[in-house]
């Protein structure tokens, strides 16, 4: 099993581009979320999706923008970067029933994005 | 107040040393708890899950919940360098996960 696969691994982009963060999982896992990770601030959620169709905001949701058309995949967009934006970010996944996950998450190994 | 509570460290230890990590949340809710250990550069990997109070051991590692005192702890003995990573605590509803901010180990040979 690949687990959970994020594209591409690193990527500069310069102020005002946008640009989509890939997420594939292959354990058929209902919940993915994104994540992303900042010196001294821990791992912060972005945007979850608890199925295919249904999405939902995170703690730092503004200038992301998630879809959800397949339970494998659940890509990120970055609609216009800013330097603000310059982090570490992190795809998970995890097992749920009934749009519940009482289970650990499964982390991809993370893009790390500089916007400049 | 932040939902979960870390001592980011930096904890540095000899080799063969008992590290013990440690975490405090403030919503009585969380149910479900667990430990990830974060090499550099890596995703977060899941090493420990537990679920309500009580204590969890594998091999040399043992997480322990007290709800009461809203605490959790991870315990590591015969320290190794292989252990030398960031690790976070993190606690769920069972609808979201909630992170601490990590603490960063390192076992000196």
């Known amino acids: 099993n690949a687990g959970v696969t994020q594209t591409p691994k690193f990527q500069v982009l310069k102020t005002g581009q946008s640009m989509t963060l890939q997420c594939a999982q292959d354990m058929n896992h209902e919940y993915m979320s994104w994540y992303r990770q900042d010196p001294g601030m821990g791992l912060r959620l972005i945007h979850y999706?608890?199925?295919?169709?249904?999405?939902d905001q995170g703690e730092v949701p503004n200038g992301y923008n998630v879809s959800r058309s397949t339970t494998e995949d659940f890509p990120l967009r970055l609609l216009s970067a800013a330097p603000s934006q310059t982090s570490v970010y992190f795809c998970?996944?995890?097992?749920?029933?009934?749009?519940?996950?009482?289970?650990?998450?499964?982390f991809g190994s993370g893009t790390r994005l500089t916007v400049v | 107040q932040k939902e979960v509570e870390q001592d980011p460290g930096p904890l540095s230890v000899p080799e063969g040393a008992i590290v013990s990590l440690n975490c405090t949340y403030s919503n009585s809710a969380f149910q479900y708890f667990m430990w990830y250990r974060q090499y550099s550069r890596k995703g977060p990997e899941l090493l420990m899950y537990?679920?309500?109070?009580g204590n969890k051991e594998d091999g040399r590692f043992t997480a322990q919940v007290d709800k009461s005192s809203k605490y959790i702890s991870l315990f590591i003995r015969d320290s190794q360098p292989s252990d030398s990573a960031t690790y976070l605590c993190a606690m769920s509803t069972g609808n979201q996960f909630y992170f601490g901010t990590g603490t960063s180990l390192t076992v000196i040979p």
């Open positions: 999706s608890v199925g295919a169709g249904i999405t």
């Open positions: 537990t679920y309500s109070s």
């Open positions: 998970a996944s995890s097992y749920s029933k009934g749009g519940v996950t009482n289970y650990g998450y499964t």
